[in-house]
C-alpha cells in the first residue's frame, strides 16, 4: 500500500498530466486573452487555464480540451492523498516524522487546490478559479520547505534534496513574481511573460514531484513496509 501510495501514484502524476495538456493543446481551436483570432495553441501566448474553458478564446467550442485539462488537473487529488502516507517512511526519525506529516499536509491542501482548478473552468467561475490556481502555489512554499529538510535529514541522495530546493526557490520565485509582475490583462507582452513563467514553474514542479517519487522509493526499501 505505501509503495502504491508514496512511489506510484506520485509518478503517474507527472505523465498523466502531460499526456492530458498535449492532447488539450493539440484539440484547442484557437484564441487568447488579447488576440480571439488566433489560431489554434500557442506556447508563448495561451494559459494552460485557456484549455479548461467551455469555450476557447476565440468563442468556439472547446470540449476535447476542457476534458482533457481538467481531468489531468483533478490526478493531482491522488498526489494530495498520497502525500499523507509519506509521514510513515521517516518513522525512524520523529523530528522528520512531524515535520513530514507538516509538509504533507500542505501538500495535501496544495494539490487539492490545483484539482480545484479543473472544477473551475475560468469562463464560468473566474474568481474561483484564480483563487485556486494562485493559492495552490503559495501552498507549495512551505510544503518544500519542510520537506528539503526531512530529505537532508534522512539517508537518501543529496541530489533529491537538491532538486527539492530548486523546486522550493523557483516556487517562491513564482509567488513573487505573481504579486509583483504585470497583470496579463494589461499588454500581449506581460500576458506572455506570465505564459512562459507558468510553463517554466509548471515544468519544474513536474520534474521535482516524478524526482520525489525515486526519494521516497529510495527511503521505503529501509523500511518493513510496502
Keep these: 500500500m505505501y509503495n502504491f501510495w508514496t512511489v506510484k501514484v506520485i509518478r503517474f502524476i507527472p505523465l498523466v498530466f502531460i499526456f492530458g495538456v498535449v492532447i488539450a493543446m493539440l484539440f484547442y481551436p484557437g484564441g487568447n486573452i488579447h488576440n480571439p ?5 500557442s506556447l ?32 493531482f487529488a491522488l498526489g494530495g492523498v498520497g502525500f499523507l502516507f509519506v ?7 520523529k523530528i522528520n516524522y512531524y ?3 507538516i509538509g504533507s499536509a500542505f ?15 475560468h469562463d464560468l467561475y473566474l474568481n474561483e478559479h484564480v483563487f485556486f490556481a494562485i493559492n495552490g502555489f503559495r501552498l507549495l512554499v512551505p510544503a518544500a520547505i519542510f520537506y528539503f529538510i526531512v530529505l537532508l535529514r534522512s539517508p537518501v541522495k543529496n541530489s533529491y534534496s537538491l532538486l527539492t530546493f530548486i523546486f522550493l526557490l523557483s516556487t517562491f520565485a513564482y509567488v513573487v513574481f505573481q504579486i509583483v509582475g504585470e497583470s496579463p490583462l494589461l499588454s500581449p507582452e506581460a500576458m506572455s511573460r506570465q505564459v512562459i513563467m507558468q510553463k517554466l514553474i509548471t515544468l519544474v514542479h513536474l520534474i521535482s514531484i516524478f524526482s520525489l517519487s525515486y526519494a521516497f522509493n529510495s527511503q521505503l526499501k529501509n523500511m518493513d513496509i510496502n
Design 44 to 75: 508563448t501566448n495561451n494559459f494552460l487555464s485557456d484549455l479548461g474553458g467551455i469555450n476557447s478564446r476565440s468563442d468556439e467550442t472547446n470540449v476535447i480540451s476542457f476534458l482533457f485539462f481538467n481531468a489531468s488537473m483533478l490526478v
Design 99 to 101: 515535520l513530514a506529516l
Design 87 to 93: 509521514p510513515r517512511l521517516f518513522k525512524a526519525d
Design 37 to 41: 483570432e488566433q489560431i489554434g495553441y
Design 107 to 121: 501538500f495535501f491542501f496544495g494539490s487539492f487546490f490545483f484539482a480545484a482548478v479543473g472544477l473551475t473552468p
